[in-house]
């Protein structure tokens, strides 16, 4: 009976080991900030980690760097050479037998600048990644990106080259700022790397298929709401998204009010076919008004798409009705 109860135990305990590893990729991520982006790079196939630790507090190299980024946007060395490319043709400190040679070699021939005497076990900062992410998910591909500049407090410690890299991971919130600060010259931590990495493939995309917010290729992005007390009974609803071009437009569609809530449905105006339109993000708003008895709520998933006819903007007043379609 005894050794009967001793085999349930250790099954026990090796099914709970299973469901573990099942669960989190690595042991040590868990309550990280960027646990749920490590945990994604890694179903995708592009992290692994010492055994079963990831280390994201560690600094992270300038090779696993390189290798990170080559991996996460799948970049491939298409030219034609007469003889094979070594990594000691373009970097002096980079082995040509060392496991990473290769992805400096085809982060060289993407056109990445790193600094031909890089250390490849030096800590990269964080402004090197951002500069080499953001060089990373935009080569061989056109990329769309609001024209706007983010203040920071420590924006003139930026290596210049890098400025602009920068304010496009902080406008696409693909990187985020620690209490205004960029903090550029410090070490980047494996985790935030992981994090920004993991922003980045899906801000690309999001824009390569237009699938974001369910928008079933309706190219809206961030589409948030808020609201807004007009009086004690009336609400200010205004939905906003960001857009391909200022081409694009916004415009609500009905509203469903179910129980205590008023679910606001969206469409999204395409541009003039016939016109050409600068390729920035453009914020865009619909605006609407609600009873104050209803909790709006943005039906994300179904996202309409309109012709160019479609008014880029929509006022209303809702009220309390199965189903009331916004005027345009």
């Not at 985020?176 to 690309?204: C, E, M």
Request: proline residues 5%.
């Amino acid at each position: 009976m005894k050794r009967k109860a001793s085999l349930l135990l250790i099954m026990t305990t090796c099914l709970l080991v299973l469901l573990g590893q099942s669960v989190y990729a690595f042991s040590d991520t868990q309550g990280d900030p960027n646990e749920s982006q490590i945990e994604g790079l890694h179903k995708k196939g592009i992290l692994s980690g010492n055994g079963s630790k990831f280390n994201p507090k560690g600094k992270l190299s300038n090779a696993e760097g390189i290798a990170l980024l080559v991996k996460g946007f799948d970049l491939k060395d298409d030219n034609v050479y007469i003889k094979e490319p070594k990594a000691s043709d373009s970097f002096t400190k980079v082995k040509d037998d060392a496991w990473y040679a290769p992805a400096f070699v085809i982060a060289h021939a993407e056109g990445l600048d790193l600094p031909r005497d890089i250390e490849p076990a030096a800590a990269m900062t964080r402004e090197q990644f951002a500069h080499y992410l953001f060089q990373a998910m935009t080569a061989d591909r056109e990329l769309a990106f609001i024209q706007l500049a983010i203040l920071y407090d420590d924006e003139d410690q930026v290596t210049p080259a890098y400025r602009n890299s920068v304010q496009n991971l902080l406008i696409t919130n693909i990187a985020k700022l620690d209490h205004s600060k960029f903090n550029p010259k410090q070490s980047i931590t494996r985790g935030t790397a992981a994090g920004w990495l993991y922003n980045a493939i899906q801000f690309v995309k999001d824009q390569e298929d237009g699938s974001n917010n369910g928008g079933g290729g309706s190219n809206a992005y961030d589409m948030k709401l808020s609201v807004q007390p007009v009086n004690p009974s009336i609400n200010e609803v205004t939905v906003t998204a960001t857009l391909p071009n200022p081409g694009y437009g916004l415009r609500i569609s009905s509203i469903t009010f179910r129980d205590q809530t008023a679910v606001i449905a969206v469409e999204v105006k395409h541009p003039d076919p016939d016109r050409v339109y600068p390729q920035v993000l453009t914020e865009a708003k619909a605006v609407t008004y609600v009873s104050a008895e209803y909790a709006p709520v943005l039906d994300d998933t179904n996202v309409s798409v309109t012709s160019s006819s479609a008014s880029t903007g929509a006022i209303s007043i809702a009220v309390p009705e199965s189903s009331v379609s916004a005027a345009s």
